[in-house]
């Protein structure tokens, strides 16, 4: 008979994997008081935390609705409570390798648009970036504010089995997520507040200031006082949630394609007293519902005009036209190349390895290794497209091969990463679970901002590698700890000196 | 502010005191039909489908007019429009269009009303408590309005949802007196002036003063939250022009027809700033003219004139008011 009551640790398998917390000889530095904290708990009181974390979460409408159920069930977006910790100096590696590459992606984007110089001196084929999909040719020649492109940036990180830090995607058109972040700390501040005394934790909660800040420094010249919207599809929109709390957290008007009009290249907002001008637009539809004059023409979300109304420097809009180009799966194994032709740098992030359909060496690879390999789509997100060889049956791969080899430029393969995982609160105890890392960059006139943590988000069903909240994936709180405790406890100490020494 | 965003405070106002004048109606015509077995259930019923206005849409789905089709049709039905569960989900889907605007309380508190509403059915409510159904209603708008009054700032959101939440109101108290002036009194015709309090026991129970009358008009009164009101300001006793002149014309009395087209009215004036007596626009003159009317008739005026006529007045007007909000300030 054990007198001890059950641990949430106990019969932790690792699995072989690179474990965020745990190595076989005990926690990590960064995660020691945490572990602590976290194997005095009992199951029973872990699991009345996450109870009072899905009540919050019920209550606030933080919910999605269930596809297929005819009653509009509703749940909680899944949040696990044990967080993922960076220490600072990871941090700090991330940081410059991100600020690094969105920079490049905005040089990309400004030449593309323009002279395209990378294209004629080689380091990137000029066949892929004219022939993407996302590839605006209408903006050619057209000029915006700062030449910023991407305001906002969602770059997707993983670890493999080595725990080395691997770009596998940047989101440039309208990356989603940044209110979770935000959500997923206030929980946790609720939850365990005790957490938070003991760890150093760097603050996020400026995200919407910093973001309003940038959107209000791009607004059209001779503008004192600019009008920033944030354009949502409406509330049946997956991502709603995010844009009423954006809107919410930085007092601007959440608006829909109804609620605004161009005349003469100007954009307006129907209010109750009136037209009222717009000048930024943090929009949050995608190029192709924007403007039924010039993308989709039955797009009822959009707003006829506005495309116009931007070109002619009369409205910003935030990310600007025509980013999908950068983050085109196909074109992202270029982008460190763009790193080294525009900032004559070394790429300091690593990304994953990748086969191109449109290279016919690699298709070739493709073809041979399916099995072996994670294949995408090139321009699909939220986890749809995509086949994980390793995972699939021989009938869903050659299914799948024949959709690769009637369009190959729409397809990528990557070798399947062993992605990092982290313990989650699963049946009354903790199991590892795959993550990945979501931090999310801001773009001023000439700064970068990066929120010092992101969206960790978990691969919930067992086994799988699949994060996307639409595929079942859940979320965590991000702590990326101070530098150290230590500076922190003595700034406070000198200002402690400072007030009593001052009288 | 938005003109869409004014739209949804309008109507969440409207249909949060919808849901709330349902779930009276309801609740007092179940326990008038429970205690007044001289009337019959089915009367009852056929009154409240009769104030709805829905009888149709009803006779089209159910076949019997019972207490489980009744609380079905009008509390659960995803296919009536007005029914309760539509009213507070169309609340919470317009609290969700401007959550931006309104403050978290309001929101969570709509999203709660919603969620809570959802563990309701039929079955729960007839076999577990009819009076705790009804009375989760009632709190869960009151608890959305005193926090609507409590956090939200004094401004356009405010004004517009309570010109929607007032100018329900003025309806529903319309359409409530109507129907049960007809329903219950065949026999009471306009030319009567205001009756004598009689002695219930020596009438035929269902003339005018009868038992089942006075118990049927202090029903009305109930089904408004008026009673207790009622009796404080008429001591002499429950006859039908009394509480035709408290619920249209009392100027204290929340809920009356007179009070609730006041506040319309200062909602409307404070949006446009408006102070001079005449109207600067058509929401102001719809409002204005049955305002005026409200603060001068006199009860007898109204019934001598036929009190039928009168209420299908108010509630023509009160939907021209609607119309004119909407195309002064709505439209989008």
Redesign the interface.
């Known amino acids: 008979m054990q007198n001890e009551s059950p641990s949430l640790f106990d019969a932790y398998d690792r699995g072989g994997f690179y474990d965020e917390m745990l190595t076989e000889n005990g926690p990590r530095a960064h995660y020691q008081k945490l572990f602590q904290n976290l194997s005095a708990m009992s199951p029973h009181d872990f699991r009345a935390r996450t109870e009072l974390a899905d009540l919050t979460l019920m209550n606030q409408g933080i919910t999605f609705t269930v596809y297929g159920d005819e009653e509009g069930t509703e749940k909680p977006f899944p949040v696990d409570l044990v967080p993922r910790i960076i220490p600072a100096n990871e941090w700090a590696h991330l940081e410059r390798g991100l600020g690094q590459r969105v920079r490049a992606l905005n040089l990309f984007l400004h030449d593309v648009y323009h002279e395209a110089k990378i294209l004629s001196d080689g380091p990137i084929p000029r066949d892929l970036v004219v022939n993407a999909p996302n590839f605006r040719r209408n903006f050619i020649g057209a000029n915006v504010p700062g030449d910023i492109y991407i305001h906002i940036c969602g770059s997707d990180l993983i670890r493999d089995g080595d725990g080395t830090y691997r770009v596998l995607e940047d989101n440039c058109r309208t990356p989603s997520g940044v209110s979770y972040m935000l959500e997923n700390r206030l929980i946790l501040t609720r939850v365990f507040p005790g957490l938070f005394r003991e760890n150093s934790v760097r603050p996020i909660d400026d995200y919407p200031s910093v973001l309003l800040n940038n959107l209000r420094s791009f607004a059209p010249p001779g503008r004192e006082e600019p009008n920033v919207v944030l354009l949502t599809p409406g509330v049946y929109n997956s991502a709603y949630f995010e844009h009423a709390f954006l809107a919410q957290q930085m007092g601007i008007e959440l608006v829909e394609g109804r609620d605004l009009f161009v005349d003469d290249n100007m954009v307006f907002v129907k209010t109750t007293r009136g037209p009222q001008r717009v000048d930024v637009i943090y929009r949050r539809i995608d190029d192709d519902f924007l403007d039924p004059l010039v993308f989709r023409p039955e797009s009822a979300l959009g707003v006829p005009g506005i495309v116009n109304a931007y070109r002619s420097g009369n409205v910003v809009l935030a990310n600007g036209i025509g980013t999908g180009v950068a983050d085109d799966k196909a074109i992202y194994p270029f982008v460190p190349d763009m790193i080294r032709y525009y900032l004559g740098e070394e790429p300091i992030l690593e990304q994953v390895p990748t086969y191109l359909g449109w290279r016919e060496s690699d298709l070739q690879y493709m073809k041979d290794h399916a099995k072996d390999l994670v294949f995408k789509a090139t321009n699909e997100s939220g986890g749809y497209g995509m086949l994980i060889g390793p995972q699939a049956s021989p009938t869903e791969i050659s299914d799948y091969l024949n959709q690769v080899m009637a369009d190959p430029r729409n397809y990528i393969a990557q070798p399947l990463i062993a992605l990092s995982r982290s313990p989650c609160f699963v049946e009354d105890k903790f199991e590892g679970r795959h993550v990945d890392l979501r931090p999310f960059i801001l773009c001023g006139k000439d700064s970068v901002t990066i929120m010092p943590g992101g969206l960790t988000r978990v691969a919930l069903r067992k086994g799988s590698y699949v994060v996307n909240s639409s595929q079942g994936g859940g979320s965590k709180d991000t702590w990326v700890l101070g530098e150290s405790r230590n500076v922190m406890q003595q700034s406070m100490g000198s200002m402690v000196q400072r007030m009593e020494g001052g009288c | ?6 739209d949804c405070a309008f109507w969440i106002g409207r249909y949060i005191e919808r849901a709330e004048a349902t779930a009276r109606m309801i609740d007092v015509h179940y326990h008038f039909g429970l205690e007044s077995p001289l009337v019959g259930r089915a009367l009852t019923w056929e009154a409240i489908l009769a104030i709805s206005g829905q009888k149709k849409k009803f006779n089209l789905r159910y076949r019997e007019i019972n207490e489980r089709n009744i609380l079905h049709f009008f509390a659960f039905d995803q296919n009536n429009s007005n029914s309760i569960l539509n009213c507070v989900r169309l609340a919470r ?1 317009n609290g ?6 309104i403050s ?1 309380e309001m ?2 508190s709509l ?2 009303y919603y ?1 809570d509403y ?1 563990r309701w059915n039929v079955d729960r409510v007839i076999s577990e408590s009819p009076f705790a159904f009804f009375q989760s209603v009632k709190n869960g708008s009151h608890l959305f309005q005193g926090i609507t009054n409590r956090t939200l700032m004094m401004g ?1 959101t405010r004004d ?1 949802h309570d010109a929607g939440r007032f100018l329900e109101r003025a309806d529903q108290t319309a359409r409530i007196l109507d129907v049960k002036y007809h329903d219950l009194l065949p026999r009471f015709t306009s030319d009567v002036s205001i009756p004598a309090p009689t002695d219930p026991a020596v009438v035929d129970p269902f003339s005018v003063g009868g038992t089942v009358d006075t118990h049927g008009w202090t029903a009305v009164l109930k089904s408004v939250g008026a009673f207790e009101a009622f009796r404080k300001t008429y001591r002499q006793g429950v006859t039908p022009a009394r509480v035709a002149e408290f619920l249209i014309l009392n100027p204290q009395f929340p809920a009356s027809v007179r009070h609730s087209i006041g506040r319309v009215e200062g909602c409307v004036r404070r ?1 446009s700033g408006n102070r001079d007596l005449s109207p600067s626009n058509p929401a102001e003159r719809a409002v204005g003219r049955l305002y005026n009317d409200l603060n001068y008739l006199r009860a007898d005026e109204i019934i001598a004139s036929g009190l039928h006529e009168f209420l299908e007045t108010v509630e023509k007007r009160c939907a021209e008011i609607g119309f004119a909000i909407g195309a002064t ?4």
């Open positions: 502010m938005l003109s869409r965003h004014a889907e969700r269009a401007i959550r931006d605007q978290s929101w969570e999203n709660r969620l959802r356009e517009f949006v300030y709505l439209k989008y």
